[in-house]
């Protein structure tokens, strides 16, 4: 097999019943990067200061997942698109790395640690500047406009409702959203998706302006 | 900002008021989101704002948040996933998670993964070569359980065909076909082994066949054939008493006694003698001596029965057959006996009816013919008994008369016989 011509997803095929270690280096090279990637970035996620040794173990346990009960994952992967291996694989590396953490706190602090935020909640405010009293009430204006999208499900479904706010709440442009494969769109498809889920809003609340559509970006 | 929005008043409440205020709100969002599109994307990773302190207590895990970004979810998935996302929508922190997650590699992040053990081509090859050795499923050992399988539908088949080869051979078997034949059309009393019940149908009886009678041809389908691939077999093998026996027992359902007999004869004399070769021997000689008359052939089969009865003492077809040769032969207390017994061992239902019909027939019989005797017996017990008889028949005009006739000497040997005649 010339392992550097084969397809990701035949390669991780292979591996679930080789012992030829140069198939598996390929596979190594080609998977290290991503879960090594996914592993600092979700370490960022549980402590400030990542160590490269932290990740390193990580992306270690990772492949080790891959090759427990026999190699079961890779063996029961079945290809689902071009390169789907690399979206397991993402979805493999968040799940050790969080487990990893997970692990940790249990055994130092004997559960899981929540740290809230004992001062002013500016994060979550939508509009900088704004005082308490006024992010309230635009925070209770919001609310009803989202129970008017949750009020006609037949209408707006609940995909179209979580991405018309990650886009005009949380800031996302179309591109970042289709890149969520729970999005499951292109970009073009998410812009055509919020242009009707935002006609269908102003016709709720009486606005009859002319329609202007979410642009790119 | 909304112009209706006044942070110092409280809000109105009639419908008009608040669809304008949603009308602002909604303005307000899209211009919000409008201004930030020339603006540069924000830092997908604020650790301030993705950091362990940022999420509150619902949020949940970091990388919970992966299964967002993975291939299509399974359907089994689908519920969290949907849930994951509507939960960003909604939460800052977790959006900004996520999309730190899912942004392009950064500069930073670059120079980090370089700096990591597996970074090196070395520690990707020792980790290679640790991951070959691990557990697998290997050919081999998937190998038995295609071999297992294949087996097993091998073995399968062959029992399968084994089981239809045999069904079809006991289907075909000239033996059971010759049953099926007596009980498509029972034309005497005496039963055929293996054969099921059937009334006697007296008017279908088919004497010998011959072309003048009118018979020729009526013989069923099942006796056709099972006479065809007897002559076959006996083509082959001409001498073999299996095959002779079963050719003997067609000639008797075809009325062909005298050949039946012949062969019976034959095989009987030069052995092994069975039940079932003294049962069918009997057979052709019962029915023969119905046909001809003959007590000798009767007397015959009686005594063949007999010895079957000694070789087979439970076999309810040969104790049937006694017990009809019995009968016949007018011993009707042996009769009764051998009738009791086969009651016993029968288990078909419609020949045990068949049995018990005919026993209490016989019992009927006997006790008419005991009554009779005694009768007999007070006339014949002084000459005075011996005219009152007479005397009151005179006497009432009776419209019959009792004649009685002691041992009989001719007829069928019955030790007592009663005639009731007619005026």
Known sequence: MNESQTSVNDLAKACAHSADAAEWEELVRRCVPLASLMALRISRMWVRDASPATVDDIVQEVFLKLCEQERRILRDFEPRGEDSFLGLLRMVSASVANDYFRRIYSTKRGGKVVTMPLGDDDAQAPMDGAGPAMRMHQSALLAELDEKLRSAPESIAERDRALFWLYYRQGYTAEEIARLSAAGLTAKGVESALRRVTMWLRDEVGQKRPDRPPESG | MNEDFNPGKAPENSPRDTGNRLAGALEELIQGRLSRDGSPAPEPLEREKIGPEAAPEACPDPGELALLLGDQPLPAHSVKVNALLVHAAGCEVCADRLRALSSDLSQEENVFLAGLTLASGQGKRKLAVELARTPRLSGSRRAPKLYLWTGAGLAASLLISVGLVSWWRMANNPERMLAEAYTHRRVFDLRMPGAGFAEVTPQMHLRGGSPGNGSAGRESAKLLEARARIERHLEAAPEDAHWLQLEARSDILEEKFDAAVEILDRLVAAGPVTSSLLLDDASAYFQRGTATGSENDRATALDDLRRADELAPGDPVV??????????????MNAVETWNRYLRFERDPLWLAEGRRRLQALEQKLNQLKTHQSRMERHLASPQAMQAPAQDSAARQSPVRVHAIGNSTTGRGCALQAQVLPT
């Open chain 2, 319 to 332: 104790l049937f057959n006694e017990a009809v040769a019995m009968e016949d032969r007018g011993q009707v």
